[in-house]
């Protein structure tokens, strides 16, 4: 019989097991590019099944190693790093496809940077809050303080990304307006999986949030159906968004569009052309001549021939 984390752990299994292979076909789908952001729920699904099946396994055989321990506490850590680089990856490639009032790739790579690095304050931090000494649990726990306000940071960053790039809605192309919405609509159920890692990170032995012993409903609510809810998000507006084309087409196609109608092979557009697209007369080329041409004969038939 299952305690109520035991419970939890198999309902998270069920669910990120489907979610794992949806993931793959979209990833497959759209391509393995990290700035795509798929490929990160991929890595979320991973863990996820990887932590939950520890902590069945713990619940189930009475079995609490050092190994399943620090196992649990690292995929514990690891949830709002991935759907912030999936997010991050979203509006990427939605700036890349706008014409006008878009951000450059260089003005992620920072964010990109910064969830990354505290992705792996995140990991090293709970690995530290997992261990008995009274040292590497307070290095563990400021740790995982700074690795929340570092996600904090980026996700307002992300947010205000986001409403910049609702207010200039019109220059984004439409099949990628799909995408913005699903940002928009996972916006405030990352902010309550956020508010979560905070407090998980700032609260003190004893406490509901705290790291070792988290309530498990408070879990359930502000961890896994958080999580749910935003990788479903996400999932479908991958289901919902064409492949990805690339720049130069893109690009390639302004340039067809430049061109005018009448200089398409087969095409007839029925129009007369504007004053700056005719073309001026073409004179007939003159006959080459050899020679013998200009033998006096020769001229005099000529100029006979000219005249009548």
Request: charged content about 15%; aromatic content about 8%; hydrophobic content about 50%.
């Amino acid at each position: 019989m299952l305690n109520p984390k035991g419970d939890l752990a198999a309902v998270q299994v069920a669910f990120f097991a489907p979610a794992l292979c949806i993931a793959l076909f979209v990833v497959f789908r759209h391509g393995f590019k990290r700035n795509l952001g798929w490929i990160y729920l991929v890595l979320l699904a991973i863990l996820r099944i990887i932590g939950a099946s520890c902590t069945l396994d713990m619940e189930s055989q009475n079995n609490y190693s050092a190994g399943l321990l620090e196992t649990a506490a690292i995929t514990s850590a690891v949830g709002t790093a991935p759907l912030l680089l999936a997010l991050m990856g979203f509006l990427e490639r939605i700036h890349t496809g706008m014409e006008h009032k878009n951000l450059p790739a260089m003005a992620f790579r920072p964010l990109h940077l910064a969830a990354l690095a505290g992705l792996v304050l995140a990991i090293i931090g709970g690995l530290g809050e997992s261990h008995t000494s009274a040292g590497d649990i307070k290095t563990g726990k400021e740790l995982m303080e700074a690795a929340s306000i570092v996600f904090l940071a980026i996700y307002l960053t992300l947010a205000a990304i986001i409403l910049w790039t609702i207010i200039n809605v019109r220059w984004v192309l439409t099949a990628e307006k799909k995408l913005l919405q699903a940002g928009l609509l996972a916006l405030p159920f990352l902010l309550v999986r956020l508010v979560y890692t905070v407090a998980v990170a700032f609260s003190a032995p004893g406490g509901v949030f705290y790291f070792s012993d988290v309530n498990v409903y408070a879990q359930a609510f502000m961890q896994f159906m958080m999580e749910a809810i935003v990788v479903s998000i996400f999932i479908f507006g991958g289901l919902l968004t064409p492949k990805m084309v690339r720049h130069e087409l893109i690009e390639s196609s302004k340039d067809v569009e430049s061109v005018p109608i009448e200089d398409i092979p087969g095409q007839d557009s029925g129009r007369m052309p504007r004053p700056d697209q005719q073309q001026a007369p073409r004179t007939q080329a003159r006959p080459q001549r050899s020679l013998g041409d200009y033998r006096p004969s020769k001229l005099i038939m000529s100029a006979i021939r000219d005249r009548q």
